[in-house]
């Protein structure tokens, strides 16, 4: 019996450890911790309409813009690192042929005018959102975060942080083909 | 330069460890003494080298060294100096260099302080400690190394979690892992007792000051970290019983109960296989809150480096540690002979039921942390629950009740066999006590829950039964005044910490009453100017300024609290717009009387041109809520006195009494 009692311990340990190991190798889970689940997949694009930055950036859209093709939103702000980062594979997108929006999220008119046209400006228009209103709308939690719209201006796919080589080949251009299939 | 200097010491700490876990053991089993005395020499080494690894680290952060791979994720230029130097450890890579540094200033601490402990089992405690330095050394190095590395060094980086840039929380990450690590001492002993095959009375007094230490900085680091969330996160609550919150509490509950246990093992030379399980215990749990943080299984808002991979490596580590040490004590737990025999009716016997109590109400915090996670392994994912206040109130509160009534009555037990009736007198006055408060709450607070009463009651029982039991001990009354007084200074600091920790509790728990019972709050959209009437005060939000401050922009709104036309206090609240990291945090205006707090935060102003101008104000009067945190200081202040006691001076040159002490002493003097 005190045995049976002593070993109690362990083995409850290894029931958790179990438990623990099943939740690690679960890739898929880990993927959702990353991918926030969003509620607005599924749901119509948010009801907005951003002006130019200024006269020098295309630029200026509404919801209504977004319908008609499959297209990319993107929240972006010249103070943000990652965005830069994340910025050729925007332009690699655009350069495909779809239609990329940008959000200028919390920026100054002068800086985000600098920042593209250093770095170049793939959006075929550009939103200011200066009070972050717009991004609050779309439940933009940091920037950079990645939309697609489909053809009915539906939310399909979201990305929550820079996209990379691997996220773009495995997760965003899937989700552009399957946004364009139905 | 300095960067490589810490990389390299951080290394010379691993191949230290490994000598350490290795020599001193081998040489304990076979009497070597030269190979013993190792141990010591490299558990300095160990921390002198760690601490030229994060006094490295320090000066990359302080000098924004923009190089370093985590000085560029976690800092930035314009950062006051204090969140720059805060930042070293408010990072996944610095926090687990901390956390390594930690524990081997605890075994180096043994190595100079522990002159009185028999060198085989100092040797085994050391090499024990070294093989979890092992572990957590070969984490740091390879798969979260702080000596990282950019190229090109980026101009500025990207700045600390603006939550994390607070006064209050810079230091409670160093105390909490002071306390978690601090029980490896506990479990190291443990571990080394088993492997001696001995525990006896001199064991428990060894073991007990690190214990009452790490009980110490835990109790002191949850206390800082709840009056944090109280003020900055600006939702006028102080606990949530968020799963990283429950991860600390958890080794707190198990180590209280360990602080008892220890003393029937030392008193009486009984309970000594169950120290030695809560001993190991209680540590897993500090690991088990380690893993559960840094992993990502389970996410929460203090989860600030969640990373699948390294979850695998601490998951190794734990598997070894926890499941070596508990498959060691399953087999060597039956050799151990169980000593003094004692009546249910005992202080023995109250100590058993604090410690039954203590371990159900843990398991059940525990239970409650992990079932999220326990069913959705076994439904493959698909059933995602959240466990929330609700269970937590329902279970952990029930369970308190008896412990609480437990503690004030267990103190003026006899040893061995406890006699009721010559108990029970001693208890009158806090009889009459409870019986005053519940009372004098339900006349002064006549619509409030009907629990409260009750509560308050319990707080005065224990604060009651508690001076009683002070003052029985010195006499108080029943001698002359200044007998007593010298009866005061001669009790053993000990006994005196245990009356002011058990005090403390009674504080925090009226506080705790206070700020769940009555607690009044008032939400309103108020347009700088304009008052609103709510939770018994009037509240006008008398200016919204913006302005900037060293690295974030600010909303500051004032808002003027007043009492039948009499004006109370301003309160000055903030919403704070950090750009760097695109994040918002709120400063809490925060009006303390010993009675209540006043406590105000303004949200965001309306969303239309109309009500640009119109702010979301929450007004809250939370009943008591200092006296949470003054339960906590004196507690913390218990726990410091008790560690002064005598009989825990370590190291203090005493031959004769050494010599003693290094025997095992079954019936150790009071």
């Known amino acids: 019996m005190r045995r049976l009692i002593v070993i109690l311990p362990v083995a409850i340990f290894a029931g958790l450890v179990g438990i623990m190991i099943a939740l690690l190798t679960d890739s898929e889970r880990n993927d959702d911790l990353t991918r926030l689940p969003s509620p607005l997949v599924g749901k119509p694009a948010p009801t907005m309409n951003l002006p130019a930055i200024n006269d020098t950036v295309p630029g200026g859209f509404a919801t209504s813009d977004l319908k008609g093709k499959v297209s990319i939103v993107n929240v972006f702000a010249s103070w943000c690192v990652p965005c830069l980062a994340e910025h050729p594979l925007i332009t690699e997108l655009a350069a495909q042929g779809i239609p990329v929006f940008g959000i200028n999220h919390r920026d100054q008119p002068e800086a985000a005018t600098n920042w593209l046209r250093r770095h170049g400006n793939p959006y075929i228009a550009v939103g200011a959102d200066a009070d972050a209103r717009a991004s609050l709308d779309w439940g933009v939690t940091g920037v950079p975060e990645t939309f697609i719209i489909d053809a009915n201006g539906v939310i399909t796919y979201k990305h929550v942080g820079p996209i990379t080589q691997d996220a773009l080949d495995k997760k965003i251009l899937p989700s552009l083909r399957k946004a364009e299939g139905r | ?670």
């Open chain 2, 1 to 670: 330069m300095i960067a490589e200097i810490g990389q390299f010491t951080l290394i010379l700490a691993l191949v230290l460890a490994v000598v350490q876990a290795t020599l001193p053991l081998w040489g304990a089993a076979r009497g070597d003494t030269a190979l013993m005395a190792l141990a010591g020499r490299t558990a300095i080494g160990q921390a002198a080298a760690l601490l030229i690894a994060f006094a490295a680290l320090t000066h990359g952060f302080v000098t924004s060294d923009f190089s370093l791979a985590v000085v560029f994720q976690n800092s930035h230029s314009l950062k006051p100096m204090l969140y720059k130097v805060s930042g070293v450890w408010g990072n996944h890579e610095g926090s687990m260099l901390l956390w390594v540094l930690v524990l081997a200033m605890f075994s180096a601490a043994v190595a100079l302080f522990g002159r009185n402990l028999p060198p085989s089992l100092k040797a085994r405690v050391l090499a024990v400690q070294a093989m979890i330095g092992i572990g957590f050394l070969a984490f740091v190095i390879f798969t979260s190394n702080p000596f990282a590395r950019l190229s090109p060094a980026p101009l500025d980086g990207t700045g600390l979690n603006p939550l994390l840039q607070d006064p209050g929380l810079a230091f409670h990450p160093p105390l909490l892992y002071l306390g978690y690590v601090g029980f490896s001492m506990a479990f190291s002993f443990a571990v080394a007792a088993l492997i001696e095959g001995k525990v006896d009375a001199a064991w428990a007094r060894w073991v007990r000051p690190w214990t009452l230490a790490a009980w110490t900085f835990l109790t002191a680091g949850i206390a800082l970290g709840s009056w944090w969330a109280y003020y900055e996160l600006g939702w006028g609550g102080w606990w949530f019983w968020d799963p990283v919150e429950n991860a600390s509490f958890i080794p707190w509950l198990f180590g209280t109960a360990l602080l008892h246990s220890a003393i029937v093992v030392e008193k009486r030379d009984a309970l000594k296989s169950w120290t030695i399980l809560l001993a190991i215990v209680t540590f897993s749990m500090s690991l088990l809150g380690t893993f559960l943080v840094r992993s990502g299984v389970l996410t929460s808002v203090h989860a600030f480096a969640t990373d699948p991979e390294r979850g695998v490596f601490i998951l190794a580590i734990l598997v070894l540690t926890i499941g070596s040490a508990l498959t060691l004590f399953a087999i060597r737990a039956p050799g151990m002979k169980g000593g003094g025999l004692f009546s249910p009716v005992s202080r023995e016997g109250a100590l058993v039921a604090n410690n039954m109590l203590l371990a159900v109400a843990a398991g059940t915090v525990l239970l409650g942390t992990l079932y999220p996670l326990i069913l959705e392994a076994l439904s493959g994912g698909s059933a995602k629950v959240s466990v929330g206040p609700p269970f937590f109130n329902a279970t952990f509160g029930p369970i308190m009740v008896p412990l609480v009534i437990m503690m004030a009555a267990g103190p003026m037990m006899a040893w061995k066999r406890g006699n009721l009736r010559i108990a029970a007198p001693k208890l009158i006055p806090a009889a009459i006590a409870t019986v005053l408060a519940i009372v004098a709450t339900f006349v002064l607070v006549p619509d409030g829950p009907g629990l409260a009463p009750f509560a308050m009651g319990l707080a005065a029982w224990l604060a009651a039964g508690t001076l009683a039991e002070w003052a029985g001990r010195i006499k108080l009354f029943t001698i002359p005044v200044a007998e007593s007084w010298r009866r005061l200074r001669g009790q053993p600091r000990a006994a005196s910490g245990m009356t002011l920790a058990h005090l403390g509790l009674a504080i925090m728990i009226v506080g705790i009453t206070g700020s769940s019972a009555w607690r009044t709050e008032l939400i309103t959209t108020l347009v700088p100017g304009e008052s609103a009437e709510g939770a018994g005060y009037t509240v006008t939000l008398t200016e919204v300024t913006r302005g900037s401050g060293p690295n974030y922009n600010y909303e500051r709104g004032l808002l003027k609290i007043s009492d039948e036309g009499r004006t109370v206090t301003t309160l000055t609240t903030e919403r704070r717009f950090f750009p760097i990291a695109s994040q918002t945090t709120t400063e809490a205006g925060i009006y303390t009387t010993i009675l209540a707090d006043l406590y105000g935060v303004i949200g965001e102003p309306g969303r239309t041109p109309e009500t640009a101008n119109a702010w979301t104000v929450r007004f809250f009067v939370n009943p008591l809520v200092p006296w949470i945190w003054l339960g906590a200081m004196v507690m913390v202040f218990g726990g410091s006195l008790s560690l002064t006691d005598r009989r825990h001076r370590v190291g203090v040159p005493r031959r004769g009494r050494v010599a003693k002490a290094a025997r095992p002493q079954p019936a150790a003097a009071e």
